[in-house]
């Protein structure tokens, strides 16, 4: 056969035969399954941020309901009807016109149906504590 009967493969441009070896379709592969990772990692980073806005957003809400009640005990405590009341009994302060009657804790006084008053005092316990239990236990 003569040279010239046998046809000469035209050369192939050289990109294709760069796109056509087992290396490049390795690193295309690599370079896919590195974006997979980096996407994964992005969304995993998301739903994170997600979740803390979340809970930063209900101890908002908790804060504000707080920060509501606070502000109505102040007007309570600024308000007049707080402030009678205080002083009428932490300093002992009466209104205009009134006469204010202190009772000793011990004493309990009640009025009779002549109107006269009774006084009936609570007696104090003199015995000796062991003696309490010697009763409780021996005197039924």
Known sequence: MSRSSVKAKAPQPQWRTA???RAFTVMVGLGIVVLGIALTKELI??????RQI???ETEIASLE???GELNQMVAYFNSSSFQEKEARTKLGLS???ETMVV???DTTVSLAADGSTLDTRSTVDQ???TQKWQDYFFKN
């Open 95 to 97: 209104a205009p016109g």
């Open 19 to 21: 796109l056509s070896t």
């Open 45 to 50: 980073r998301k739903v994170q941020i997600h």
């Open 54 to 56: 979340e809970d930063l």
């Open 127 to 129: 015995r000796t504590n």
């Open 65 to 67: 309901a707080h920060n």
């Open 103 to 105: 009772l000793p804790d």
